[in-house]
C-alpha cells in the first residue's frame, strides 16, 4: 500500500511497524471522537507507516505516548506546507492498513492449531 504526500515527496511505500505499535493506534483511532486527537492520530500513523524514509520523528514506545508521538508528527507535516486534509487523508489510510496487519481471533486459533502437533497414541490396550 502507498499514500501520496506530495510534500514529502509524492508516493511513499508504507511499512508496517510492530503489531503492538498497529494494535496501539487502531484501539485509539476507534474510540476517538476528538478531532484534534484525530489529527494527531493521523499524523503519528503517517510517521510510524513511513520510518523507514526518516523523514518524521521515530516513534519510541516506551518514551512518547501516541498522542505525544502524532503532535510531533502533525507539528512536522504542517510545518513542511502539508494541509490538514492531507493529513486526515493519508493517516486514515495508515490506519486501515495498520488494522489489517492485527490478527483476528480465527487466524489467531488457525494458527494455534496449525501450530500445535497431535499427542501420541501411548495407550496399551
Known amino acids: 500500500m502507498k ?5 514529502l515527496g509524492g508516493e511513499i511505500d508504507l511499512s508496517s511497524p510492530s503489531l503492538a505499535t498497529c494494535f496501539e493506534f487502531v484501539s485509539l483511532w476507534s474510540a476517538e471522537s476528538d478531532n484534534a486527537m484525530l489529527a494527531r492520530l493521523c499524523a503519528g500513523s503517517i510517521g510510524v507507516c513511513i520510518d523507514h ?4 520523528p521515530k516513534y519510541r514506545p516506551i518514551k512518547h505516548r501516541a498522542s505525544d508521538f502524532g503532535h510531533m508528527c502533525l507539528d512536522r507535516l504542517l510545518g513542511q506546507g502539508v494541509t490538514a486534509s492531507v493529513i486526515y487523508e493519508e493517516g486514515i489510510k495508515c490506519l486501515s492498513f495498520m488494522s489489517t496487519k492485527i490478527p483476528t481471533e480465527q487466524e489467531v486459533d488457525e494458527r494455534a492449531n496449525f501450530s500445535s502437533t497431535p499427542e501420541p497414541d501411548i495407550s496399551t490396550d
Open 3 to 7: 499514500i501520496n504526500i506530495k510534500k
Open 53 to 56: 524514509t526518516s523523514q518524521l
